[in-house]
């Protein structure tokens, strides 16, 4: 138990909260209903290590139209992040210093 414990404290320590423009962001989405100083990001190598196949979908919806259609017959991805309560569990080449802002050009 005091492993248990012991691991538990070790993972609150990792992590990073919300940045002051993720919080006003999440302020306006879902107001008083949501404390954001309990929300955690946290880089998580196990996230999105399945990838996962799916049937390719007709086009029928006017986003699809807009690129070209697919050659395949099966399309791959992988999940991107996992939330649990208030910890979102991102992977590591997904995770942004700041979720809020627009990436700089070129990276």
Do not use: K, S, W
């Not at 993720?22 to 954001?36: S, V």
């Not at 070209?68 to 649990?84: I, K, L, S, W």
């Amino acid at each position: 138990m005091r492993i248990l414990f012991a691991l538990f404290v070790l993972l609150a320590a990792c992590g990073r909260p919300l940045t002051a423009p993720e919080t006003d962001l999440a302020h306006r989405l879902f107001g008083d209903t949501l404390d954001p100083a309990a929300v955690r990001f946290y880089r998580n190598g196990f996230v999105g290590m399945r990838r996962h196949a799916f049937a390719t979908r007709p086009r029928t919806t006017c986003r699809e139209r807009i690129l070209p259609p697919p050659t395949a017959a099966v399309e791959y991805g992988r999940a991107a992040g996992v939330v649990v309560f208030e910890t979102i569990h991102v992977r590591p080449d997904v995770l942004q210093p700041d979720f809020a802002r627009r990436p700089e050009p070129g990276r």
